[in-house]
């Protein structure tokens, strides 16, 4: 069948995170953290008596639980929601003042703060710009599919690596409020394509269980990039025929 789409995730399918390691995630996130609290002082939220580490610790545990509850329902929990259900918890502690001040848009901003040392870490594959541009080239509209809590964090990074501009249709399970392997996702993004009803003529191109299987579920065609990586506990894909690639460029091969 000729192919028409192709879907992508994002994290160590286009972009790498160099070194990866649960000490260096947080490192980053606590980074995000501070930056963040800067801004709550500025806007004369923050109570004198509420100590960085105090605050520190209650988003931590905040986002912990958040996402134990995403792995079992599958639904995303934006970072702007961790920040706002973290300082309402905190107003009732009366450790935070004036939260009626805090609008949207700085909840959003507090969520990018938090997510900017991770922009700064991923970087695009060596081959992730040319197989996009070639792929464009051949009038093959791209997706992207990413599990992320926070959507501009995703967005800021192929922009700063000029490859927003590749991309049809852009979806997070911030935005969707779903995560992959949910079949919900994958369908959303083949109705922004226009490709709906053409599963078979799209390809999602992805590096774990939940890229694969959430295509398998709605007859998209998979691919698996392996990793370098193995992180703990991955789930095993059983899939007969799994088709594999170890560098992005070969997804080439598979365009007619």
């Not at 192709?6 to 390691?21: K, Q, R």
């Not at 309402?88 to 848009?105: G, P, Q, R």
């Not at 799209?202 to 269980?209: A, L, Q």
Request: net charge neutral; proline share 3%; glycine share 4%.
């Amino acid at each position: 069948m000729v192919i028409k789409g192709i879907i992508f995730d994002f994290g160590f399918t286009l972009f790498y995170f160099d070194n990866p390691s649960v000490e260096k995630y947080y490192e980053c996130f606590r980074e995000g953290l501070i930056k963040s609290i800067g801004i709550l002082k500025e806007k004369q939220v923050w109570n004198d008596n509420l100590t960085n580490e105090a605050f520190i610790k209650k988003f931590s545990t905040k986002r912990q639980h958040f996402f134990r509850k995403s792995i079992k329902t599958k639904m995303e929990f934006p970072t702007s929601i961790i920040f706002q259900d973290v300082l309402e918890s905190l107003k009732n502690e009366d450790n935070i003042k004036n939260l009626d001040l805090l609008t949207e848009t700085n909840y959003k901003e507090l969520a990018e703060l938090y997510h900017s040392c991770e922009e700064e870490e991923w970087e695009p594959f060596e081959n992730t710009k040319e197989t996009l541009k070639e792929l464009a080239m051949r009038n093959i509209k791209i997706a992207l599919i990413s599990n992320h809590p926070n959507h501009n964090t995703i967005k800021n990074m192929l922009k700063k690596h000029d490859l927003l501009k590749y991309f049809n249709f852009i979806t997070t399970s911030a935005k969707f409020g779903k995560k992959k392997p949910d079949p919900n996702i994958f369908i959303h993004t083949l109705k922004k394509l226009g490709l709906e009803d053409q599963p078979k003529s799209v390809i999602m191109c992805g590096d774990e269980y939940a890229d694969i299987i959430g295509a398998e579920r709605v007859n998209i065609q998979s691919i698996l990039l392996e990793r370098k990586y193995k992180f703990p506990f991955e789930k095993e894909i059983d899939v007969s025929n799994l088709r594999k690639i170890a560098n992005i460029s070969e997804i080439l091969n598979y365009i007619e």
